[in-house]
């Protein structure tokens, strides 16, 4: 059955490291999400990719990276130089007509908790 | 700019009613989500509204007033399990039509 999955679920790093979140989807759609989910805070969009080879910034872009050369994969590096980068993550997928009938609403991955000493 | 304002945390009681009120200011609106997300999950989505009215769906309810800047999540014969953050969040054709989430309301439901 379809979906979104996310591994791993706990990423532990040292600071300093590069690490990279995957994301995958089979639910053959087109724009894909990356947030990152802080206590207390709303999500907060990193980037964003509404097909394939062209992703945007989000609002807090700094310190990561993503590509997407597949539709079915938006993998997000955390860098060193991303400040402060111990985050819930949460990866989400879009189709063109949600199950509403036109809600767009974003599907999302379990989350990877991310955890840099 | 755009801003999403909802309550931090509410409490309730099993086989209540509850009503979680939202209010935002965006540009372009382009329709308003509510999500659920239970502790360290993924949120999950409950509602749908771009017009105003109320949406029923179960014993979940939305409702919306665009002049306003408005709505609410009304959950009815509440169980233990309705006990999650609940998350508004409202689309906009500008800039992509991004989603802006709220930080959501942490419901208790006591028995």
């Known amino acids: 059955d379809g979906g979104i999955t996310q591994s791993p679920k706990y990423l532990f790093r040292k600071e300093g490291q590069n690490v990279t979140l995957s994301c995958e989807q089979n639910?053959?759609?087109?724009?894909m999400y990356w947030y990152r989910q802080d206590p207390g805070q709303g999500l907060r969009l990193i980037y964003y990719?509404?097909?394939?080879?062209?992703?945007q910034k989000g609002d807090i872009a700094e310190g990561y990276s993503v590509s997407r050369e597949k539709k079915e994969s938006f993998p997000l590096t955390v860098t060193s130089a991303q400040k402060n980068p111990t985050a819930f993550y949460l990866c989400?997928?879009?189709?063109?007509?949600?199950?509403?009938?036109?809600?767009?609403?974003?599907?999302f991955g379990p989350g990877t908790r991310l955890t840099v000493t | 700019g755009q801003n999403i304002d909802q309550p931090t945390e509410m409490t309730a009681t099993e086989g209540a009613i509850v009503q979680i009120n939202c209010t935002y200011q965006?540009?372009?609106?382009?329709?308003l989500f509510w999500y659920q997300q239970h502790a360290g999950e993924a949120p999950t989505f409950l509602s749908y509204?771009?017009?105003?009215g109320l949406e029923e769906k179960g014993r979940f309810s939305s409702f919306l007033s665009r002049s306003k800047g408005y709505s609410y999540l009304l959950l009815k014969e509440l169980q233990m399990k309705d006990s999650a953050s609940y998350l508004c969040?409202?689309?906009?054709?500008?800039?992509?039509?991004?989603?802006?989430f709220g930080a959501g309301t942490r419901l208790f439901v006591k028995a």
């Open positions: 989400a997928s879009r189709g063109g007509q949600g199950r509403s009938g036109g809600s767009y609403e974003q599907y």
């Open positions: 639910l053959n759609h087109d724009a």
């Open positions: 990719s509404q097909i394939v080879n062209d992703f």
């Open positions: 965006t540009s372009g609106f382009n329709g």
């Open positions: 509204n771009v017009l105003d």
């Open positions: 969040a409202v689309r906009s054709n500008t800039g992509g039509f991004k989603t802006i």
